[in-house]
């Protein structure tokens, strides 16, 4: 099982208050295997870098059910943790096993995730 990343709109007749956007063709929204929910966004090393909002994924309670959900106001926040685990992306390799190419890829996805969420005034999902 995969985890990935979703750009959603604020709906009030939707589920949970949301409509998920279809990303474009050609789009890559993976950001990791299950396990990575633990072992990359949920390790320490995340979370010795500063990082707050990527580690709840590794976080899962009744209430979020091991999603994310990034509100419009938060996508800020989020590229920013996503730049900062990028510039560190060694380190995050050496203690988590992750290979670099591949940790890039999945904070690329979520990048661009971000951006074209702040285009249509929405959010993002990690499920």
């Given at each position: 099982m995969s985890i990935d990343i979703a750009v959603w709109v604020p709906?009030?007749?939707?589920?949970?208050?949301?409509?998920?956007?279809?990303a474009p063709p050609g789009t890559s929204?993976?950001?990791?295997?299950e396990r990575s929910r633990y072992g990359l966004w949920g390790a320490s090393a995340v979370r010795r870098l500063g990082a707050s909002l990527l580690p709840q994924l590794a976080d899962i309670t009744a209430e979020n059910r091991g999603n994310l959900q990034v509100l419009p106001g938060q996508l800020d926040a989020f590229q920013q943790?996503?730049?900062?685990l990028a510039?560190?992306?060694?380190?995050l390799s050496a203690a988590t096993g992750y290979d670099t190419d591949r940790i890039l890829h999945y904070l690329?996805?979520?990048r661009h995730a971000a951006e074209r969420a702040k285009a249509v005034q929405g959010g993002v999902i990690i499920w």
């Open positions: 709906d009030d007749e939707a589920y949970a208050g949301r409509n998920i956007v279809e929204t993976g950001t990791g295997g943790e996503c730049v900062l510039e560190n992306v060694e380190q690329s996805n979520m």
